[in-house]
């Protein structure tokens, strides 16, 4: 399995912007195909977003034209930029990396919108 490490989570306002990292350990980080998602108490984890290791994407409805993913292959990185963040965005955020049926997870970084 990976190790993963997710960084950039805070407290912003609404309307304002945070950009989550999740930097994963060892090699072979372009085989993954690698997703954010998120889980509110009492809720089930959600996918945000996703990126194959070619860069291929898809996004949740309730954050299309908001977030955005990326990968740096070379960095073992993956990104979630998030625009325009709603309270109801807050919650807190994990990294999976998944290799066919494989899961790795971070251990999540909160996010909190509110003004």
């Known amino acids: 399995q990976v190790q993963l490490v997710e960084s950039g989570g805070g407290l912003v306002q609404p309307g304002g912007s945070l950009r989550l990292s999740c930097a994963a350990s060892g090699t072979m980080f372009s085989i993954y195909t690698m997703g954010w998602y998120r889980q509110a108490p009492g809720k089930q984890r959600e996918l945000v977003a996703r990126?194959?290791?070619?860069?291929?994407?898809n996004y949740a409805d309730f954050v299309k034209g908001r977030f955005t993913i990326s990968r740096d292959n070379a960095k073992n990185t993956v990104y979630l930029q998030m625009n325009s963040l709603k309270p109801k965005d807050t919650t807190v955020y994990y990294c999976?990396?998944?290799?066919?049926?494989?899961?790795?997870w971070g251990q999540g970084t909160q996010v909190t919108v509110s003004s």
């Open positions: 990126i194959t290791g070619s860069g291929s994407t």
């Open positions: 999976n990396a998944r290799w066919v049926t494989t899961d790795s």
